[in-house]
Structure formats: structure tokens, C-alpha cells
């Protein structure tokens, strides 16, 4: 089976650190986002990836070619992006003559047995239930268990049974004549071409489609959901430090923290809950609930739910105080 992985978007919600890498790349936990995708589905046997690129897709070509040499990898340019059902127009070749296909969105990390999914005999659709629906894709099921329905982001939702981005479809060709459909028809929603609505005209033709609820879901998107992420991902593993046998000097760790290579790390309280990347320097800091980028430099800092940038640099204030009786000091919140 071919796995699709459509990176092209520009990460609009996770800017800042978006202009100068693509969403997939944002690190979360010991990985990139991308980097968690790719590995959940080498855990479940695929070696074909087809890589739908777009904004800053330069990086992502290198990072995967680097990273991960032993897969067959595909990258198509989609230029100009029109949505989810565009990107896969535009890759159509690459998997046209595939029995089946799995499509993942680069920025959404699952928690799902994979290999069920596979073997599944009908088209999946991944879900999970949401709180606000009207921001998601969303599948109405009947009686017999099979999907009846989808809308992209209803303003009724008749459901709160939101799309994950993960689908397996069975016979491809049929997805690509759908989508030709709405292209051909011009039919847009949020005047984007969406694969929620190319599914929904297969389902109308009598494609048989179920839903398969996925354990965890996290929309990476957004900063709250990345931190989100992060804390999830580091709590199922040991504190990692990838620096074995160093040591902090004056430095508290709270696990779970995963610290990169070659990081400078001076009389600080790190963690839980804590990603550092590689070359990082962190002195008189108190970190919790934070992603730091590789080289990042941070001095004098109290940060918590935060995201720093590679190459960023902090630096807070030091103070020597001889305070008496009955005072009060206010730095601000």
C-alpha cells in the first residue's frame, strides 16, 4: 500500500514559526510532526510515500530524503493550492493504478491501530468525536454502520463525529474520478476543492464507507494542541535524554524531557513536559510545558506553555535584592 502525505500548506495558525519552516516540520516531543507520521506508518509495514508539497516544500524534501533514505519516496509540487481534493488531483498519477491507498495530513498526529485499517475490506474513514464539530468535516453513519453522509465544516452539524484526516480508500480510481468531478462541476466549498466533498459524491455512486474512531487526535495546527501533542507523546516514553552520561550542572529534571544532542544546560528547573532540540543553550531558566528549537539560546527565563524558535534568543532580567519587612515587589504577570 502507497501512503499520501499532503504537506503544501502554509501553517497560517503557527506563526510565527511558520515563516521560516513548513507546519510539518514544527518539532513536538523528540520529532518533527511529519517525523512522527512517517514512523507510525513504517511501524505498520508501508515503504511508498508520495509527498504532496508546496510552501517552503524544499525543506520537507530534504528533511525526508535525509532522514529517512530507506523509503520510496514521491514529491509533487501542488501550485496553485486549492484544497485538500486539488492536492490529490494534482498527485493523481502516483497512485492512480494502486488497489488501495492510505492518505494522511501532515499535520495530524493519530493514535489508531493502522494495520486493522489496512486490512479493513471497505474504504475508512478515521473520526473522532468533537466538541465543535462546525470547524471540521464531519460523517453521518446509518443503521447499517456505513457512512450516509459528509459535510465540510456544517453550520448545522447534524453530527459531532469530526474527520481526522486519515482515510483508506479502496480503489483509487474511483476517488480521482470524483474529484475530477467536483473540479469539472467547480464545486468548492470555502472556495477550495474538498476531498470531504469528492468522498461524499463517491458515497452517492454507492461506494461503501465506514468510520473507524481513533484513540487520539491532534490537529497540530494550532500552539495549544502542538504543546498538547507534546506533552502526550513524551509522557508515553522514558525521560530521553539523547546526551547519555552528561550531566546538568545545578539543573533540576522533571520528567517526562527530551533533550537533544550537545545541549548546554546550566542551573535550571526543566520539565515535565519539556523538548528540547539539538545545541540549545539554557541557563537560570525554569521551563514547563514547552517546545525549544534546536540552537535556541535562553537566559534568565520562567517560561510555561510555551514554543521557541530555532535560533531564537531570550533573555530575561537577573536580580540581586536586599528586600525588607513588609514589602511587596511586583514584576508583572
Not at 453522509?149 to 479502496?170: D, H, Q, R, T
Not at 483509487?172 to 474538498?194: F, M
Not at 495549544?224 to 506533552?231: D, I
Not at 514554543?307 to 511586583?330: P, Q, R, V, W, Y
Request: with cysteine; proline share 5%.
Amino acid at each position: 500500500m502507497k501512503a499520501i502525505i499532503p504537506v503544501a500548506g502554509v501553517g497560517s495558525r503557527l506563526r510565527p514559526h511558520t515563516h521560516t519552516q513548513p507546519k510539518s516540520l514544527v518539532p513536538v516531543a523528540d520529532n518533527t510532526i511529519i517525523g512522527h507520521i512517517i514512523e507510525k506508518l513504517l511501524e505498520a509495514g508501508i515503504q511508498d510515500f508520495v509527498f504532496i508539497i508546496g510552501y517552503l516544500g524544499e525543506k520537507v524534501e530534504s528533511y525526508v530524503r535525509a532522514k529517512y533514505p530507506q523509503i520510496n519516496a514521491e514529491f509533487v509540487v501542488q501550485e496553485p493550492r486549492e484544497g485538500l481534493g486539488h492536492a490529490l488531483w494534482v498527485a493523481r498519477h502516483t497512485f492512480e493504478q494502486e488497489e488501495s491507498v492510505l492518505i494522511i495530513l501532515g499535520d495530524a498526529i493519530v493514535d489508531v491501530d493502522l494495520q486493522a485499517i489496512i486490512k479493513a475490506p471497505y474504504s475508512v474513514l478515521g473520526v473522532k468525536k468533537v466538541a465543535k464539530p462546525s470547524l471540521f468535516g464531519v460523517t453521518e453513519v446509518g443503521n447499517d454502520e456505513f457512512i450516509t453522509k459528509l459535510v465540510e465544516k456544517p453550520k448545522i452539524p447534524k453530527s459531532n463525529f469530526a474527520l481526522v484526516g486519515l482515510y483508506k480508500i479502496m480503489q483509487p480510481k474511483k476517488l480521482i474520478e470524483s474529484i475530477g468531478y467536483i473540479i469539472e462541476e467547480d464545486i468548492r466549498t470555502q472556495d477550495e476543492y474538498q476531498l470531504t466533498d469528492a468522498l461524499m459524491h463517491m458515497v452517492k455512486r454507492g461506494e461503501k464507507m465506514v468510520t473507524w474512531s481513533v484513540d487520539h487526535w491532534f490537529d497540530c495546527g494550532r500552539k495549544e494542541t502542538l504543546l498538547e501533542a507534546n506533552a502526550t507523546l513524551l509522557n508515553r516514553q522514558k525521560s530521553k535524554d539523547q546526551n547519555k552520561g552528561n550531566t546538568y550542572p545545578g539543573c533540576i529534571i522533571i520528567p517526562p524531557v527530551s533533550i537533544g544532542t550537545d545541549c548546554a544546560i546550566y542551573n535550571s528547573i526543566i520539565g515535565p513536559n519539556v523538548a528540547i532540540g539539538d545545541n540549545a543553550t539554557i541557563e537560570n531558566c525554569i521551563l514547563s510545558n514547552s517546545i525549544i528549537g534546536s540552537y535556541a539560546e535562553l537566559r534568565y527565563a520562567v517560561m510555561q506553555d510555551s514554543i521557541i524558535g530555532s535560533d531564537a534568543i531570550f533573555k530575561g532580567f537577573s536580580h540581586s535584592l536586599n528586600i525588607g519587612d513588609s514589602t511587596e515587589i511586583n514584576f508583572g504577570q
